[in-house]
């Protein structure tokens, strides 16, 4: 029985290293229609090895900046090119900050004990819809004393006292809407909303407080290069060495 037996016995890029084993018997006109198919199957071999996993991520705020609260901070994250590929993955980074100062004073006749508390929340919102349900946590920042005594007429400072928060969340539900042809952008908002808390003093500590914020995100894309095509010699190469195959058959 004619036959023709093709074995990858190495795979480096996009070159398919091959032996071929042809039965002395084979008729030539059987071994170039085998040929025919064997480069047409290589093609689609090579192809398929020429796919790459990429990245590409987009970001605003990074590092983050803090400016004195309340802030309404507004940035911009790109839209994944679907030029570039098949998306395969995507995952949104919110990150926020806070640096906290504040002190309380005893204005009472005698010494009083208080626990004072320097908070920030940060929100998060955004342009695109499908976005919005992943956005939904809220990073709570803030800084407490602990019960401490008061003398009469005592000042205690406290900070600077930072803190710092993330989330993220996993975007492969909503792919669709996060690309398009050529790129695109969306915008991500972050803001703030602090607070002071005192527990106990008889409402007798008077307060400051000297609260800074800041935030950013970040959108990382994960995708299938499949723009690639295999190099022309790789194929060319497998098909002179099969021609040749056939040839050498003709002459026998």
Not at 136 to 144: A, E, Q
Not at 171 to 190: D, E, K
Request: include cysteine; hydrophobic fraction near 45%.
């Amino acid at each position: 029985m004619a036959r023709i037996v093709l074995h990858i016995v190495a795979v480096t890029d996009t070159r398919l290293w091959l032996l071929a084993v042809v039965s002395n018997s084979t008729p030539p006109g059987v071994i170039i229609m085998m040929i025919k198919r064997s480069v047409l199957a290589l093609a689609a071999a090579l192809t398929a090895v020429g796919a790459q996993a990429g990245t590409v991520s987009f970001e605003y705020g990074l590092p983050i900046v803090e400016s004195t609260t309340e802030i309404n901070q507004t940035g911009a994250l790109g839209l994944f090119d679907s030029g570039l590929g098949t998306l395969t993955g995507a995952v949104i980074e919110v990150f926020g900050s806070a640096t906290f100062v504040y002190s309380g004073t005893n204005t009472a006749a005698q010494a009083q004990t208080a626990n004072l508390t320097s908070s920030t929340s940060l929100l998060w919102s955004t342009s695109l819809a499908a976005l919005s349900p992943y956005l939904g946590d809220v990073i709570s920042l803030s800084s407490t004393t602990g019960f401490q005594s008061y003398a009469v007429g005592e000042t205690k400072s406290f900070g600077p006292i930072a803190g710092s928060g993330s989330f993220s969340d996993d975007l492969a539900l909503i792919l669709g809407s996060l690309q398009q042809a050529g790129g695109g952008s969306f915008n991500v908002s972050c803001q703030s909303f602090s607070g002071f808390t005192v527990q106990g003093g008889g409402g007798n500590i008077a307060t400051t407080q000297d609260t800074q914020a800041g935030c950013g995100a970040r959108i990382v894309y994960t995708y299938d290069d499949n723009t690639q095509v295999p190099e022309p010699g790789s194929l060319a190469l497998v098909g002179l060495a099969l021609v040749g195959l056939a040839a050498r058959r003709r002459k026998v």
